[in-house]
Antibody
Framework: QVQLRESGPGLLKPSETLSLTCTVS?????????WNWVRQPPGKGPEWIGE???????NYNSSLSSRVTVSIDKSRNQFSLKMTSMTAADAAVYYC?????????????WGQGTPVTVSS | DIQMTQSPSSLSASVGDRVTIICQAS??????LNWYQQKPGSAPRLLIY???SLQTEVTSRFTASGSGTHFTFTISSLQPEDVATYYC?????????FGPGTKVDIK
């Protein structure tokens, strides 16, 4: 079955860059799906960060786009997130997710999430 | 930007009760609406896509409907395993915002 797994450091200092990788198994990232990053601050709802297609095409949340890069590595069946200038406000659980289209789009598979703390 | 609201923010009901959650969009989003369930310590789980389509392996106790700006999610007979937070999400050409969530508890 399809599985997504996030990996990367969970503790950052303010101003550092967050780097996370999502490894996909049970599905090829070369297809018709988009591959997404979503975060969820403690006690709040999820917030979409950005997405990548296997061609390298990307879309970003306009509120984060100046700090975010999402990229894809087809050879490893992985995609990645980089977010610069991290602050305490960026502390959250970060999820990767697959977006699939039936009529419209939805996030039908999610990783388990990885907590990210930003503290000096 | 589209804003999503949900009501109530929390509810407590008895086992077997019918439970309904409302999701409203700040502008017409047509049929681009999904519903997710999230249990503590777990990732969100897709329940309903395209307003009213039940995701594979999701119980038929869950139904949803709506269009435009007004959407509803219903649990026909609340069970203990339904205790969770439920989120609506607008999703057009790119992913849109999630609602603030409705926390469902057993009375």
């Amino acid at each position: 079955q399809v599985q997504l797994r996030e990996s990367g450091p969970g503790l950052l200092k303010p101003s550092e860059t967050l780097s996370l990788t999502c490894t996909v198994s049970g599905d090829s990232i070369v297809g018709s799906d988009w591959w997404n990053w979503v975060r969820q601050p403690p006690g709040k709802g999820p917030e979409w960060i950005g997405e990548v297609f296997h061609t390298g095409a990307t879309n970003y949340n306009s509120s984060l786009s100046s700090r975010v890069t999402v990229s894809i590595d087809k050879s490893r069946n992985q995609f990645s997130l980089k977010m610069t200038s991290m602050t305490a406000a960026d502390a959250a659980v970060y999820y990767c997710a697959r977006a699939r289209r039936r009529v419209g789009w939805s996030f039908d598979h999610w990783g388990q999430g990885t907590p990210v703390t930003v503290s000096s | 930007d589209i804003q999503m609201t949900q009501s109530p923010s929390s509810l407590s009901a008895s086992v077997g009760d019918r439970v309904t959650i409302i999701c409203q969009a700040s502008q017409d989003i047509g049929g681009s609406l999904n519903w997710y369930q999230q249990k503590p310590g777990s990732a969100p789980r897709l329940l309903i896509y395209d307003v009213s389509s039940l995701q594979t392996e999701v119980t038929s106790r869950f139904t949803a409907s709506g269009s435009g700006t007004h959407f509803t999610f219903t649990i026909s007979s609340l069970q203990p395993e339904d205790v969770a937070t439920y989120y609506c999400q607008q999703y057009g050409r790119v992913p849109g915002p999630f609602g603030p969530g409705t926390k469902v508890d057993i009375k």
